[in-house]
């Protein structure tokens, strides 16, 4: 699959951005014609959380404030999940205009 004009925007949005935790984590991406199914990870504990849960306390930076109005711009159905305990894989999910379904992932380590 080509990468849609809002993958390709989203890519450059991320290029060098850090998710901040115990570990800082880089985002990676995926495009698809079905929407994401987290299913197969059900022997991990899931969280569903709101896209402004995501971003508490990560908008003081410029980078994260555009990332954030970005993803409301251009995608719609809209979901955060959190799967795992301690190594977190946190996965943003949305509908693009073109239909598609891009995941923004990243992880978030969280011992203490």
């Known amino acids: ?14 290029a060098g951005l850090l998710y901040p935790s115990e570990t800082d984590a880089p985002f990676d991406m995926s495009e698809t014609s079905t929407v994401p199914d987290f299913s197969t990870a059900a022997d991990e504990s899931i ?3 709101s896209i402004a849960h995501f971003f508490d306390g990560l908008e003081e930076n410029p980078a994260f404030q555009n990332l954030r109005r970005l993803l409301e711009r251009t995608l719609t159905e809209i979901r955060v999940f959190r799967i795992g305990t301690v190594e977190i894989h946190i996965h943003i999910i949305g509908k693009t205009s073109a239909n598609t379904w891009i995941t923004l992932s990243t992880l978030s380590v969280e011992t203490g």
């Open 47 to 49: 969280e569903e959380i």
């Open 1 to 14: 699959m080509t990468n849609s004009p809002t993958m390709d925007a989203l890519k450059a949005a991320t």
